[in-house]
């Protein structure tokens, strides 16, 4: 080895040093704050579920109804979803993830004041209109701050939130429905309000703790933000990645990763919407729905953790995404056949640890190719319209219960939404390197 390239290969472990001390700053101070955020986002989408117990006899909403409002907020999502990105791109992430937030909660909370199916109906696409572009926006954040080799298991604790957000949000939605009539409320209105407002105090604790990119970072030392920098500019230069949103919209991996997008969205909120009257339909308390439907996403965490894990050290990360739809179509399918609760839980577990894992893996394809403007817009347009699939799930499953009276068939329909998935998936193996 000559002289230079021992020091050479010194400098590069001094960088690779200083780098991971400057991740390591960044996660502890971003990655629980936006976990929590995404953690109140996803109760105050899914909580709705539990609220159905009593509200939909308080609002006079029969199962499509309650379907259609369940998913309606998706509809105002969807079409905010990439304006709400660009402008993020524009005016920075931590001023617009914390108007996101402050708007979401107020609108998460206005659902109390819903008297029949209209109101609920335009608040819950209040809602959507309110949040929309967090998602894609915090998976864009964290796009910038940190670099590929740690990314997967970035989004893994940004994105168990969801898990666990059902984990505990099961206990505490029932629990909090047992407030009906303090004050002369319903227990419903109660949850909408409690499970609400903390976003708006989350958002101004985003605008006080995010920094736009790691050269805004004054709590990093100036060569860590360097670092940071230089790992960046190693990745752009080696993987030629698109800047331009217009050049992104002509990509035809985008609309396959949102159809993508779509069929497991469908599949996890077809199933966790409708998951707490599924269970009341065996003669459960809504307490005990609250506890057992807490259950599978106990299992989908842990499966989460080790499924990025696993990822991180090996890569294989579209072979792996396939796998883990194809799990959750057949354990969602063989679950319809049967009748009594232990099994058919079974199946739901492992239809769920599927499609949750199968999130956290995807958000990593799109940086692969994506960068800067056009990766603020593209993920905006692919969560877009894979947000479509939360207003479908709900929706397909409460038509099809409403039509035969069973809810067997709308699982099987999303078994075989997520069976169509996972071969789309296997179509990405010709367009993007599985490394």
Known sequence: ????????????????????????????????????????????????????L??????????TQFGWGAGIMFAGYCVFEVPSNLALYRFGARRWIARIMITW?????????????TSFYIIRLLLGIGEAGFFPGVIFFLAVWFPARYRTRVLAWFTVSTPLSSLVGGPLSTWLLRMDGVLGLAGWKWMFII???????????????????????????????GALQKAF??????????????????????????????GFTMGSYGIGIWLPQMLKAHGMSVMETGWLAALPYFFATIGLLWWAKHVDRNGRR????????????????????????????VG??????????????????????????????????????????????????????????????????????????TLLTLSLFALIRDE
Not at 24 to 29: G, L, P, T, Y
Not at 196 to 222: E, H, Q
Not at 318 to 345: D, E, H, W
């Open 1 to 52: 080895m000559t002289p230079t390239s021992a020091t050479t290969g010194s400098e590069i472990a001094i960088d690779s040093h200083i780098e991971a001390r400057a991740v390591k700053k960044a996660a502890w101070r971003f990655i629980p704050l936006l976990a929590l955020a995404y953690f109140f986002n996803y109760l105050d989408r899914t909580s709705v579920g539990f609220a159905s």
């Open 54 to 63: 009593t509200m939909n006899q308080d609002l006079g909403l029969t199962a």
């Open 105 to 117: 909660g107020l609108m998460a909370a206005a659902t109390a004041l819903a008297t029949g199916p």
């Open 195 to 225: 499970e609400g407002l903390p976003a708006c105090v989350l958002g101004f604790l985003v605008l006080r703790m995010l920094a736009d990119t790691p050269a805004d970072a004054k709590w990093l030392l100036p060569e860590e933000r």
């Open 233 to 262: 500019e190693r990745e752009g230069a080696a993987s030629g990645k698109k800047k331009d949103f217009r050049v992104a919209l002509k990509d035809p991996r985008v609309y396959l990763l949102a159809m993508i997008s779509f």
């Open 318 to 345: 579209v072979a792996n995404l396939a796998v883990a739809l194809a799990i959750g179509a057949i354990a969602l399918g063989v679950s319809t056949y049967f009748k009594t609760l232990t099994p058919a839980m």
């Open 348 to 421: 739901i577990t492992l239809a769920l640890i599927g499609t949750i894992s199968a999130r956290t893996i995807f958000f990593t394809l799109p940086a692969r190719f994506l960068s800067g403007q056009a990766a603020a817009g593209g993920l905006a347009l692919i969560n877009s319209i894979g947000a479509l699939g939360g207003f479908a799930g709900p929706y397909l499953v409460g038509y099809l219960k409403d039509s035969f009276g069973t809810f067997t068939a709308g699982m099987l329909g999303l078994a075989i939404v997520l069976a169509i998935t």
